[in-house]
């Protein structure tokens, strides 16, 4: 049952765990005078209100495989998409850019989306996901659209922190042996190849294999009696022009990976109860700036216990 699905590679589980001498060596920092520092491979993020994060980095985050713990303890669906700063822009400037006249387009010319965790339903819905960060500055952000439907990032829901260090190369090696496994949930060409079905408490891997776009994937419950044409026609609804009122969605949201850019991806647990699902994107079109769910990217998949 288990072989349709990719576990964290054992170098990487090892590197997670690894003691503090170690994680010193790979990214350079050693000496007496550095001992005491602490690296760290985990971040906890938790959405709470009034909009906003509580991050903890546990130390210094070290750059490689870092786990991301994502709880969401506020009142609405929050998200955990994680941005990398371009070199030599600042998070002072980021900030000024997204609430600037041209917030869109800041967002993908003064960084880069490298993952994160998808919409979880409030209290205490929670993702943990691991993606390969390089040294620089980051941003938590939530893009679940709000009052007026602005979405929650351009109502001041976003947080930085900081990664130092070089990637190993093992970390680097890991990455791309994953990205050739067929153990993975690929993203491409507006659809997804799928594994024949995912299980509830595996840990898979998300892979962005487009020539060009970005793509990230939720995971969706149907409700009961909905189906995946459903799911379809209503992304198309919702994105409609005029707008239109779609309803509530036919399903509830479960988490999952976020956007990466082409050729990159991570890992994520499924932590969604046994059902039918689907997996879909929601990054922008850049032609149209539709959603790319409202332009057929809705693949429908089973979830076992």
């Not at 503090?20 to 709470?48: K, M």
């Not at 994937?217 to 379809?232: E, F």
Request: glycine residues 12%; contains cysteine; negative net charge.
């Amino acid at each position: 049952m288990l072989n349709h699905l990719h576990p964290i590679p054992r170098r990487v589980r090892r590197a997670v765990v690894a003691v503090v001498a170690a994680a010193l060596a790979f990214v350079g920092i050693a000496g007496p005078a550095d001992a005491h520092v602490r690296l760290s491979h985990q971040v906890d993020i938790t959405a709470v209100e009034p909009l906003t994060y509580d991050v903890d980095t546990h130390g210094v985050l070290a750059a490689g495989v870092v786990h991301l713990r994502f709880e969401n303890r506020g009142a609405d669906l929050h998200q955990a998409q994680l941005f990398r700063l371009n070199d030599g822009v600042t998070f002072a400037q980021w900030q000024a850019d997204i609430h600037g006249p041209n917030a869109n387009a800041a967002l993908f010319a003064d960084g880069v989306p490298t993952g994160g965790a998808n919409p979880v339903v409030p209290p205490h819905g929670r993702q943990d996901v691991w993606d390969v960060l390089r040294g620089g500055t980051y941003v938590v952000t939530c893009f679940v659209p709000g009052p007026g439907g602005v979405p929650h990032i351009f109502l001041g829901m976003y947080k930085s922190f900081d990664v130092q260090g070089t990637v190993p190369e093992w970390a680097a090696a890991d990455d791309r042996e994953a990205a050739q496994s067929s153990f993975v949930i690929r993203g491409h060409d507006l659809t997804y190849t799928m594994p024949p079905y995912l299980v509830r408490g595996t840990v898979v891997r998300f892979e962005d294999t487009d020539a060009a776009d970005d793509h990230e994937v939720n995971l969706g419950k149907l409700l009961p009696g909905k189906t995946v044409d459903d799911a379809k026609a209503w992304f198309v609804a919702s994105s409609a022009t005029p707008p239109v009122n779609p309803g509530p969605p036919p399903f509830t949201f479960e988490g999952g990976h976020g956007a990466v850019a082409p050729g990159h991806g991570g890992w994520f647990k499924v932590q969604a109860d046994p059902g039918r699902y689907i997996a879909f994107c929601l990054v922008p079109d850049d032609q149209t700036g539709l959603p790319h769910a409202a332009m057929g990217m809705v693949v429908g998949v089973t979830v076992l216990g």
